[in-house]
C-alpha cells in the first residue's frame, strides 16, 4: 500500500489555508514504499549537506535544490535531462515536462483510473480540464469499450458472430411489429419476456 504525502508544489504557500481550506498549491499525493524511502535518502543527504556548511547553505524549501541549499533553475533540469536522453537512445526523445504527461496518461489508462484521483495528483483546476487537456488518449478506451460491449450485449455463446442471420425460411418480424405483440401480450407474457430478457 501506498503512503499519504501532502507537498506545497510552491514553497512560499504554505499548506493547510485558513479553516482547513486546502491551498490549491498543495496537493495530498500516494507514493510507493520505494519511492518514499528514495525521498528518505534524498532528504537525509540534504540535511548533510546544510551540516556541511550551515552558514552559507541557503534553505529554498525546494525538494530539488543544490548543495548550497538554492533551488535547481530549470534550464538546469532541462540540460541534465537532455544529457540523460542522450546516454538512453533506447527511450524516445521528449521535452522534460513530456513526463508529467507520459505519468498522467499512464494513470488514466489503468484499469478503472479514476479521473478525480487524477486529477487530485495532478492538481488541474477541475476534471472537465484533465479530460479535455488529455481527451486524445481515449480514443484507444473508446474503441476496446465498443469491442467489449459488441462482444458482450451482441454475442451469443453457441454462436461466432456476433448478430444472428435467420436461416431460410425462418420467420422474421419486424421491431414495430414485435413492440405491437407486446403490447397487447397479458402480464403473465410480459414477466416472462422480463425474465429472459434479464437472464
Known amino acids: 500500500m501506498g503512503v499519504q504525502l501532502t507537498v506545497s508544489v510552491h514553497p512560499a504557500q504554505a499548506c493547510g489555508g485558513t479553516n482547513g481550506v486546502r491551498s490549491p498549491s498543495c496537493r495530498t499525493i500516494f507514493m510507493t514504499t520505494?519511492?518514499?524511502e528514495e525521498l528518505k535518502q534524498w532528504l537525509e543527504r540534504l540535511k548533510r549537506e546544510e551540516a556541511l556548511d550551515p552558514e552559507r547553505y541557503r534553505n529554498s524549501g525546494m525538494?530539488?535544490?543544490?548543495p548550497n541549499?538554492?533551488?535547481?533553475e530549470p534550464v538546469l533540469i532541462r540540460k541534465k535531462f537532455l544529457k540523460?536522453?542522450?546516454?538512453?537512445p533506447e527511450f524516445p526523445r521528449i521535452v522534460f515536462h513530456g513526463l508529467r504527461h507520459s505519468s498522467v496518461i499512464y494513470q488514466l489508462m489503468i484499469p478503472g483510473g479514476d479521473i478525480k484521483a487524477?486529477?487530485?495528483?495532478?492538481?488541474h483546476a477541475n476534471a472537465d480540464m484533465l479530460?479535455?487537456?488529455?481527451?486524445?488518449?481515449?480514443q484507444s478506451s473508446r474503441v476496446e469499450l465498443g469491442k467489449k460491449f459488441e462482444s458482450g450485449f451482441y454475442a451469443k455463446p453457441d454462436t461466432s458472430s456476433p448478430?444472428?442471420?435467420?436461416?431460410?425460411g425462418e420467420p422474421t418480424i419486424s421491431m414495430t411489429a414485435l413492440l405491437e405483440l407486446l403490447k397487447d401480450a397479458d402480464p403473465e407474457m410480459k414477466a416472462k419476456l422480463r425474465l429472459a430478457l434479464l437472464t
Open 163 to 168: 448478430q444472428a442471420v435467420p436461416t431460410a
Open 34 to 36: 520505494a519511492l518514499r
Open 131 to 138: 479530460v479535455n487537456t488529455y481527451a486524445h488518449i481515449q
Open 118 to 123: 487524477v486529477q487530485g495528483t495532478t492538481g
Open 69 to 72: 541549499g538554492l533551488a535547481v
Open 63 to 66: 525538494l530539488l535544490r543544490l
Open 84 to 88: 540523460w536522453q542522450d546516454a538512453h
